[in-house]
């Protein structure tokens, strides 16, 4: 029995290590949404650059107003539906499609257990898997998931529609898309639900825990602070595509590869990629064609 087990032993570690291999390229996920010149939700997707794309925003909800999408350009609220079949396209092509919520303008906030509840079911049935609506804003395709990008207004309540987003049936993906500075002002309360798929924190436009003039020292602290603090599926380092994308943080490509990336990878578990803002100008700068051989 002894050498009959050597040579599938000997099979398990090699398959073992491929496994571990695999797991540990990280991915790219990538906002879309927000400027027309940056095309199609498709060809975002067919890129074959990007295992999330983050439509962005749903940045009206809330205090009893209806939800409004905000997708610039792409099409005015309540004319989306044709999105549906750009989603079916990537939906195939295996990249994942959320909804964003909130953004760095819009109308939004949760005022009560009650507001917070009616929002998830809204979203369940108008995005996500549910059947309750007639007429969902982006068709009959379902999303995978919903990511909180909260930037204003306060964070009441937003634990409470993580809860009730993951109690719904089928699996969506929860995700967030807070600020380096711990704990974020907006989300720190929800992520500390430990709900979350995948958290993409945003190290730009945040002097002080981001990358600034060559020195990475206080993205690593933020970075072991967020993945020792929250419990997560797994975060990302949220980076500007191109230095016109933010005022500040922007990461040349080959110091992200041959410093950032190997330095916030050697801090342990959680690692599960980069997110970028946004396709606009990651189209302008081809920065994930630069970099995903080595994310
Ligand atoms: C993006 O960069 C990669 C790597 O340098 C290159 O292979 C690819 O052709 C570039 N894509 C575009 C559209 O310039």
């Given at each position: 029995m002894a050498t009959n087990l050597k040579w599938p032993s000997v099979l398990g570690l090699l398959v073992v290590a491929g496994m571990v291999g695999v797991a540990s390229a990280g991915n790219i996920a990538v906002y879309w949404g927000q400027n027309v010149n940056e095309g199609t939700l498709a060809d975002a997707c067919s890129s074959g650059n990007y295992a999330y794309v983050i439509i962005s925003f749903l940045s009206t909800f809330g205090n009893g107003q209806a939800p409004v999408l905000n997708l610039a350009g792409h099409c005015n609220p309540g004319e989306c539906a044709g999105l549906a079949s750009d989603i079916q396209s990537c939906k195939s092509q295996g990249v994942r499609v959320l909804l964003s919520l909130g953004g760095g303008g819009g109308n939004y906030g949760l005022s009560s257990t009650d507001d917070a509840n009616s929002l998830a079911d809204y979203l369940w049935d108008n995005f996500l898997g549910g059947t309750g609506s007639s007429s969902r804003p982006l068709g009959d395709a379902a999303l995978d998931g919903i990511d909180l990008d909260i930037e204003?207004?306060?964070?009441?309540h937003y634990d409470e529609l993580a809860s009730a987003l993951k109690a719904k049936d089928g699996g969506a993906l929860l995700t967030a898309a807070p600020q380096c500075h711990y704990p974020d002002e907006w989300l720190g309360p929800a992520l500390q639900?430990?709900?979350?798929?995948?958290v993409w924190v945003q190290f730009y436009n945040n002097p002080g825990c981001a990358y600034a003039g060559g020195d990475d020292a206080n993205l690593v602290a933020a970075w072991r602070t967020w993945t020792g603090g929250v419990r997560a599926g797994s975060f990302y380092l949220g980076l500007?595509?191109?230095?016109?994308?933010?005022g500040s943080g922007y990461i040349a490509p080959g110091d992200l590869t041959g410093t950032v990336l190997p330095a916030i990878q050697g801090v342990g578990g959680g690692y599960g990629g980069i997110m970028l803002w946004s396709r606009y100008y990651d189209v302008l700068n081809n920065y994930s064609g630069q970099v995903k051989g080595s994310v």
């Open positions: 204003n207004g306060n964070s009441a639900t430990g709900l979350f798929d995948a500007p595509a191109s230095a016109e994308a933010a």
